[in-house]
């Protein structure tokens, strides 16, 4: 199981992003790889040509495509989200320290009542609740005080008959509930899988007990 004190954990309490070289590499050799099988098929066509099935012959001829399109989306979305994450940070660290924060898919909010203008691509947890910022503005373009903020759950959907988890799922006591769909960490363009999902709602639970009720003390005084 993943616990909530492992490196990436901890760099999305600091506000760090990763060194993206290692994945840069790792899109350089997937391209390559897929590139090289491309070249390869056409230099033995007779290979293509043995297969019997039509069907086999194109899905081997559509992988090596698919690989090398994989690799190139691979350095697109890091180099994008690394930018587009760093200008949000100055934004953040110009004001107050955050104990956390949570890279989203810009494109995944989802709200009762939608957001209109810049969509968010990193949500932080201080002492005062939750807030979104978008690269292009200096404020966020959402804040949720902890005195609104309910629960925290892992949000699913139903895909091929099947319930799998998509986002964390922010219940609100006004209704307007807001779903992220969290990415990997800051500067990454790939979304969370079900396990670091999960993670991530315990840790924004244990930030919710810990700074709500400190809050709501400091609110009674």
Same mark, same amino acid.
């Given at each position: 199981?993943?616990?909530?004190?492992?490196?990436?954990?901890?760099?999305?309490?600091?506000?760090?992003?990763?060194?993206?070289?290692?994945?840069?590499?790792?899109?350089?050799?997937?391209?390559?790889?897929?590139?090289?099988?491309?070249?390869?098929?056409?230099?033995?066509?007779?290979?293509?040509?043995?297969?019997?099935?039509?069907?086999?012959?194109?899905?081997?001829?559509?992988?090596?495509?698919?690989?090398?399109?994989?690799? @190139?989306?691979?350095?697109?979305?890091?180099?994008?989200?690394?930018?587009?994450?760093?200008?949000?940070?100055?934004? @953040?660290?110009?004001?107050?320290?955050?104990?956390?924060?949570?890279?989203?898919?810009?494109?995944?909010?989802?709200?009762?009542?939608?957001?209109?203008?810049?969509?968010?691509? @990193?949500?932080?947890?201080?002492?005062?609740?939750?807030?979104?910022?978008?690269?292009?503005?200096?404020?966020?373009?959402?804040?949720?005080?902890?005195?609104? =903020?309910?629960?925290?759950?892992?949000?699913?959907?139903?895909?091929?008959?099947?319930?799998?988890?998509?986002?964390?799922?922010?219940?609100?006591?006004?209704?307007?509930?807001?779903? =992220?769909?969290?990415?990997?960490?800051?500067?990454?363009?790939?979304?969370?899988?079900?396990?670091?999902?999960?993670?991530?709602?315990?840790?924004?639970?244990?930030?919710?007990?810990?700074?709500?009720?400190?809050?709501?003390?400091?609110?009674?005084?």
């Amino acid at each position: 199981m993943t616990t909530t004190d492992e490196p990436w954990v901890q760099r999305l309490r600091d506000g760090t992003v990763p060194r993206r070289g290692p994945v840069l590499l790792a899109a350089v050799v997937t391209m390559a790889v897929g590139v090289t099988a491309s070249v390869a098929e056409f230099a033995f066509p007779d290979f293509l040509r043995s297969i019997d099935t039509g069907r086999m012959q194109t899905t081997l001829f559509l992988v090596p495509l698919l690989v090398a399109a994989s690799g @190139i989306v691979l350095a697109v979305s890091t180099l994008s989200s690394g930018r587009s994450d760093r200008r949000t940070l100055a934004r @953040i660290r110009a004001g107050r320290a955050q104990r956390f924060h949570l890279p989203v898919l810009a494109s995944g909010l989802r709200t009762t009542d939608d957001l209109a203008g810049p969509r968010p691509a @990193i949500w932080t947890v201080d002492e005062f609740g939750l807030h979104a910022w978008a690269p292009s503005r200096d404020t966020p373009v959402l804040d949720l005080p902890w005195a609104r =903020v309910r629960r925290f759950a892992v949000a699913t959907k139903a895909d091929r008959g099947q319930r799998v988890a998509f986002g964390i799922w922010i219940t609100t006591t006004d209704g307007a509930d807001v779903v =992220v769909q969290p990415r990997t960490a800051l500067g990454r363009g790939s979304e969370a899988g079900a396990g670091k999902l999960d993670t991530l709602v315990r840790v924004l639970r244990s930030l919710q007990r810990e700074l709500g009720s400190d809050r709501g003390a400091a609110d009674r005084h």
